[in-house]
């Protein structure tokens, strides 16, 4: 973590591990076997993340299947509630919407933004571009803010 915004991450995750504590790893396994990478972050409002494309997320036509896509977003969504509500909190719902397909060794960037943050719940909006920069998914979440 290089740059001014992905020092505030580093920052603001380790206040989230030091309240929630070391039982709740943060980035999760879903994340890491994903191998997502953070690129820029502004804090409680958008992270940019980039994973990518594995061999066993990909369907027949050598694609990205689709519910690995969904997972890479949700995969971005879930750090940034967590960090927004400064809270644990958990997907009520995730739709997206593909538009294109994504090869095999692609590498795909992720940026998530918080649109409206309640005392309970958080809804998100993201794109999803490939590595030449053309938008290949787009997908909006809502989640529960879980009260501890």
Same mark, same amino acid.
């Given at each position: 973590m290089e740059n001014k915004s992905l020092s505030v991450l580093a920052k603001e995750l380790e206040e989230f591990?030091? +309240?929630? $504590?070391? $039982?709740m790893p943060f980035p999760p396994p879903c994340f890491t076997s994903m191998q997502g990478k953070f690129l820029e972050y502004q804090s409680r409002k958008s992270l940019k993340v980039s994973f990518p494309v594995l061999g066993e997320g990909l369907n027949p036509q050598n694609k990205m299947q689709g519910g690995f896509l969904t997972a890479a977003f949700d995969n971005v969504f879930g750090p940034l509630s967590y960090l927004a509500a400064?809270?644990?909190c958990t997907t009520l719902d995730i739709q997206t919407q593909f538009f294109r397909g994504i090869d095999d060794h692609e590498t795909i960037t992720i940026t998530a933004e918080v649109i409206a943050r309640g005392s309970n719940s958080i809804y998100? +909006? /993201?794109? /999803?571009?490939?590595?030449?920069?053309?938008?290949? /998914?787009k997908s909006n979440t809502n989640l529960l803010i879980v009260k501890l």
């Open positions: 591990r030091q +309240t929630w $504590g070391s $039982g400064r809270s644990p998100m +909006t /993201a794109d /999803a571009f490939n590595s030449i920069g053309k938008l290949v /998914a």
